[in-house]
């Protein structure tokens, strides 16, 4: 069975990047800045900028994020270059630590199933990254690869071409409602791993540790 998981939010923690954002500016703007004023303005643009990009032409992960501090450096009064800030994010996103669930995903690969990362992200910063993790993965597809974001078909198709697999021998596993929509859209089952109870109302197949996912996969075949 191959075994498409995504990668922020499910096998990495992104939990430290917006505090680690906020002093990185607070360095380069040269001054204090408040954090809750910070947050709440960077969380505002990211979703304006990030949301339902399957809806819309494609646009490579690094230009968004240039559009995003861009307007945060004239949100906060700073005349300095938004590239530098996507290289100190880019870094940052390269080296973020993973859950310690991960480890419980090797079982699956000694079980004899592929392991196959489905990120709606750049590789730049995504493929040194899963190369970091505790196990092996039998190959990666990003955004950037598939010129897609999830939940769009295409990214889906282009991970399953990549693989060698069909939808019915295939699972994702993922953090976020688009990676389960995703894969019904190419008829693939999805699991949902929410590891902070944020979807109490979720009717699908859901698990809030991935050493829980060997048991459903088991179930599955």
Known sequence: ????????????????????????????????????????????????????????????????????????????????????VVGFVYGLLASL?????????????????????LSNSDSDYSVPLVKTLPFEVDGITTAAMAKAYKPHERIFHFALDAAGFSPSESIM????????????????????IDRQGKYEDFKGQKITSLCQLEEVISGAI
């Open 97 to 117: 630590p993973h859950f310690d669930d991960v480890s419980c995903v090797s079982r699956l690969k000694d079980k004899g199933h592929t392991l196959w990362i």
């Open 1 to 84: 069975m191959l075994i498409l998981l995504d990668l922020f939010g499910t096998l990495v923690d992104i939990s430290p990047v917006n505090r680690r954002i906020y002093e990185f500016f607070r360095i380069y703007a040269g001054r204090d800045i408040d954090y809750d004023e910070f947050r709440d303005f960077y969380i505002r643009k990211y979703y304006e900028i990030f949301s339902d990009l399957d809806k819309k032409p494609y646009m490579v992960e690094r230009y968004l994020f240039n559009t995003l501090y861009s307007e945060l450096l004239n949100y906060l009064g700073v005349s300095k270059s938004p590239d530098f």
């Open 173 to 192: 596993v993922g953090d976020s409602l688009s990676d389960i929509e995703g894969a019904s859209r190419v008829g693939m089952p999805g699991v949902l």
